[in-house]
């Protein structure tokens, strides 16, 4: 099946066909690095992340780009505040992204331009846009004419007529049209700046974007992708600019993710519900966290709460309690197992589903639900009396290929019994085996405060840590 995608652009899922065979051109909008990342901020990167594993499981070749805002009003207000240089601080917080998105399960993109390496690129794009008559220079400012860009609107479906409404004129700004938008801003005193031919300043926000993915992927991208609140104006005026410059389509599909509550409120900073990643995974598993943002279509909106966190904790626990008895039964797995080829047949089953629901806009929470009763079928499986080596490694194999597509680890890290723990389950199997169920208790506890889990199946007693 090809997969589909639900295009922003035309309100309607089409079948996706890359410019080029076999190859997929993909730009993400990362963060403005003034502070860590937040968990709206994690939703994006988690979705297409996994996007673009799932576009590779599939044989595409992905160049993934997704870049960093490192210079902007917020970031050169949290550097004065803290007095720090702006590459300072953007700096460490280039670093503290990094190190979210690794514990979040999330790849590394092929290239994280960063504005201030492309400052040249920026100003000769937008001496482009002037000399075409799209662009306008007023008093050290750089705006782009909205108006003369005919289809401006197509991706958030307004017209022009209703942007009109509400559009103004801030004090300062010199503009031709209250709709139109700054390219160029000319530097404030103590302000970091670039030299250009409109005077001392620094690109607007709207424009880093469209010149970043011209300058690693080219005229047209295959996918464009962000959180649903840069459709407008972020991504509208990306596309104004870009198609005015190229005269050619800028993306072809263009994806925005749903927004996250928490605790069903708007996340916002003065509610005091505005959570951060770097918090968050102190107390959070970060798998738990990347399987609870995938648990809803990307589409959706999400709620953070205690018990839906809790909820995805046990449901991930579930998956892997399945994994890690299909290991166990290796130990003791024969090629006598009951039903193999029928089982076999039923694993192919349950992976073309999961593909199927994946290829339906990348239908993650759909797609969980097949690796739930992957794990149920593995479950019945690993019960009967005789196993077949077979079916048991394909169980796992699938679960590998299928999980990884998630960003989900089905194993802990290598866990290993120290001579003490080998010695008190051994002394409790002899208890249990004397009858002895007083002392065999209270060995199970004081592993348990050790934070070990037994769990006594027909094939012997296998342990796991406690998440």
């Not at 300072?88 to 399960?105: P, Q, S, V, W």
């Not at 794009?125 to 306008?136: E, N, P, Q, R, S």
């Not at 670039?194 to 974007?209: L, Y």
């Not at 199997?429 to 208790?441: G, T, V």
Request: charged share 30%.
């Amino acid at each position: 099946m090809t997969i589909q995608i639900y295009n922003t652009l035309t309100r309607k899922k089409e079948p996706f066909v890359p410019l080029e065979e076999g190859k997929v051109k993909m730009y993400v909008c990362g963060p403005t690095v003034y502070n860590y990342i937040h968990i709206g901020n994690a939703r994006p990167a988690i979705v297409y992340d996994t996007v673009r594993r799932y576009l590779e499981y599939k044989g595409y070749d992905v160049k993934y780009v997704s870049n960093f805002t490192d210079v902007d009003d917020k970031i050169i207000k949290a550097a004065n505040e803290l007095g720090e240089e702006v590459s300072e601080l953007t700096e460490r917080f280039i670093k503290a992204y990094f190190e979210d998105i690794t514990a979040l399960g999330c790849k590394k993109a092929d290239v994280h331009p960063r504005v201030t390496e492309h400052m040249n690129d920026i100003i000769e794009f937008i001496k482009v846009l002037i000399d075409k008559g799209y662009a306008y220079e007023s008093e050290g400012d750089v705006y782009f004419r909205t108006r003369k860009f005919e289809g401006y609107g197509k991706l958030s479906h307004q017209s022009i007529d209703d942007l009109k409404v509400g559009a103004r004129i801030e004090p300062g700004e010199k503009k031709e049209d209250p709709l139109d938008f700054a390219l160029w801003k000319a530097a404030k005193p103590g302000e970091i700046h670039w030299s250009s031919p409109w005077g001392e300043g620094r690109p607007g926000w709207h424009i880093e974007c469209s010149v970043m993915a011209r300058a690693h992927l080219g005229d047209t991208i295959d996918i464009h992708a962000g959180g649903q609140d840069l459709t407008f104006p972020h991504h509208e005026n990306e596309i104004a600019q870009s198609e005015s410059y190229t005269g050619k389509p800028f993306a072809r599909y263009w994806m925005h993710n749903g927004y996250i509550n928490v605790d069903n409120e708007k996340m916002s900073k003065s509610l005091g519900n505005f959570i951060l990643v770097h918090d968050i995974i102190k107390k959070v598993d970060p798998q738990v966290l990347r399987f609870f943002m995938l648990s809803v279509h990307y589409r959706n909106p999400i709620n953070f709460s205690e018990e839906l966190i809790e909820a995805a904790r046990n449901g991930l626990e579930r998956l892997r309690i399945a994994y890690a008895n299909l290991q166990h039964r290796l130990n003791s797995a024969t090629n006598l197992g009951e039903e193999s080829e029928s089982y076999l047949e039923k694993i192919d089953g349950l992976k073309k589903e999961f593909e199927k629901e994946m290829d339906d806009d990348f239908n993650t929470a759909n797609a969980i639900s097949v690796l739930f009763e992957l794990a149920r079928l593995a479950n019945t499986y690993v019960n009967k009396a005789n196993t077949d080596e077979k079916v048991l490694k394909t169980f796992i194999q699938t679960f590998d290929e299928l999980s990884d597509v998630l960003g989900i680890k089905m194993a802990g890290e290598q866990e290993i019994l120290d001579e003490e723990i080998e010695k008190l389950i051994e002394e409790r199997n002899i208890a249990r085996k004397n009858r002895d169920f007083k002392r065999a208790d209270e060995i199970r506890d004081q592993l348990l405060k050790m934070n070990i889990i037994l769990e006594d199946t027909r094939q012997g007693t296998r342990w796991r840590r406690g998440s």
